[in-house]
């Protein structure tokens, strides 16, 4: 098992910036790989973004083209530990955000373990 926990989510304006961290304990050996997901109210589940160690592809990231170039993602492998940063936030960004590990999978789906979310809230 692996156990998850996000944190640094709140209220910020439309234009401003958060940081989003995840902590992962338990079996990590078990994973290769930690995503970021959000689900904004009344809403499917989206896929934001995720980031992959392995001895041929290091630190190799993913996104979600609806936060291509104002989302970041990073990580230390060692920590277990997964940042997102958020720039130029806008009203429909507003979502909890959740993160999940797995090993092999194919961007936005094979994950196998979730953590229960941040909530990020956009005002205009």
């Known amino acids: 098992q692996v156990q998850l926990v996000e944190s640094g989510g709140g209220m910020v304006q439309a234009g401003g910036s958060l940081r989003l961290s995840c902590a992962a304990s338990?079996?990590?050996?078990?994973?290769?790989?930690m995503g970021w997901f959000r689900q904004a109210p009344g809403g499917l589940r989206e896929f934001v973004t995720r980031?992959?160690?392995?001895?041929?592809?290091?630190?190799?990231?993913y996104y979600a083209d609806s936060v291509k170039g104002r989302f970041t993602v990073s990580g230390d492998s060692a920590k277990n530990t997964m940042y997102l940063h958020l720039n130029n936030l806008t009203p429909e960004d507003a979502a909890v955000y959740s993160c999940?590990?797995?090993?092999?999978?194919?961007?936005?789906?094979?994950?196998?373990?979730w953590g229960p979310g941040t909530q990020v809230i956009v005002s205009s």
């Open positions: 980031i992959t160690w392995g001895p041929w592809n290091n630190g190799d990231t």
């Open positions: 999940a590990v797995g090993r092999g999978v194919l961007n936005t789906v094979g994950y196998d373990y």
């Open positions: 338990g079996r990590t050996a078990s994973t290769d790989t």
